[in-house]
């Protein structure tokens, strides 16, 4: 079938589901435009970095409204695109299919909540159940994950990435050779680059208390920066209350884009809209006011806790 790229996005802007067929094409189509990018992709500034979304999918709409759409806006997402929100077929699936309208204008990061096992607890499998009566949906998508990539270098300055820093990595060297093509391990570098988080308060590499990944301090930011010759980390992964985080003089920045997470914490969300002279805006925003409609069968309850 001949697949209309436009028609699709329409429909998803409206909060309605593609087809099961339609999503099998998508992502068989966009694994072939994932395949030749790097594991560390070159992006060029002006840019515009997205943090967790979770599948809060009119909050999605929202980040559009107040950054530009797609392809004006040249964005970077990274990554936890599904889990928890109510909308995360909606969410990857707009995602998915902007990417494969305009793969140079828009670049997906894999974040740890893009791997089989953690979507299968935390709300993308059983969502994909209720919507589509099957896995068929789940499988496509998750195996599409597979193809994700899990970094980026901005204009040589400024490295991206989902979670944080690993102690099997001293260069970004290190990066571009892993094997990404498989399900998220359990530990080894692709683990911590999407599991790590920053610790203000401890230097060196400490085992997470979120069971994967480690906390990393002052001093291991400032080696990897010194060695990679980058002036600043941006990273998503934690629940900011402010939408954002800056960290080690400014040598590190958190952004968190799903306001308002999981429907009740009442925090607000930010992008970061950066320059081409490398200057920072974190644009706060507050949760759209669909988010607020809750459907008569709430997933969310039936999900474990987290660490944030």
Request: aromatic share 12%; net charge negative.
């Amino acid at each position: 079938m001949s697949l209309n790229l436009d028609k699709c996005i329409e429909q998803l802007q409206r909060c309605e589901i593609l087809s099961e067929g339609t999503i099998k094409e998508i992502c068989e189509k966009v694994k072939e435009i994932l395949i030749y990018e790097s594991n560390v992709q070159q992006l060029k500034l002006p840019v515009t970095v997205v943090g967790d979304v979770h599948g809060q999918f009119y909050d999605v709409l929202e980040i559009f409204k107040i950054g530009g759409k797609c392809p004006d806006t040249n964005y970077l997402f990274l990554g936890d695109y599904v889990d928890r929100g109510y909308h995360s077929i909606e969410t990857i699936s707009l995602l998915t299919c902007l990417k494969l309208r305009y793969p140079s204008r828009i670049t997906l990061l894999r974040g740890n909540h893009e791997s089989r096992q953690i979507t299968q607890v935390y709300g993308f499998y059983g969502e994909c159940m209720r919507k589509y009566g099957s896995a068929n949906v789940w499988r496509y998508f998750t195996d599409m994950f597979d193809y994700l990539t899990v970094a980026a270098l901005i204009d040589d300055v400024l490295f991206a990435v989902h979670g944080g820093l690993s102690p099997s990595v001293v260069s970004i060297d290190q990066i571009r050779v892993l094997d990404r093509f498989q399900e998220v391990p359990h530990e080894g570098a692709l683990a911590d680059l999407m599991w790590s988080d920053p610790d203000p308060e401890k230097d060196g590499f400490t085992q997470s208390q979120r069971g994967a990944g480690y906390t990393f301090g002052q001093d291991v930011v400032a080696k990897f920066l010194k060695v990679n010759k980058v002036e600043h980390i941006l990273r998503a992964h934690q629940l900011c209350m402010d939408g954002y985080q800056v960290l080690f003089n400014n040598r590190l920045s958190t952004v968190w884009s799903a306001p308002n997470y999981c429907y009740r914490c009442g925090n607000v969300a930010a992008i970061v809209e950066i320059s081409e002279g490398t200057e920072k805006y974190y644009n706060t925003f507050t949760a759209a006011p669909e988010s607020a409609h809750k459907p008569s069968h709430d997933p969310t309850k039936e999900l474990p806790d987290y660490f944030m």
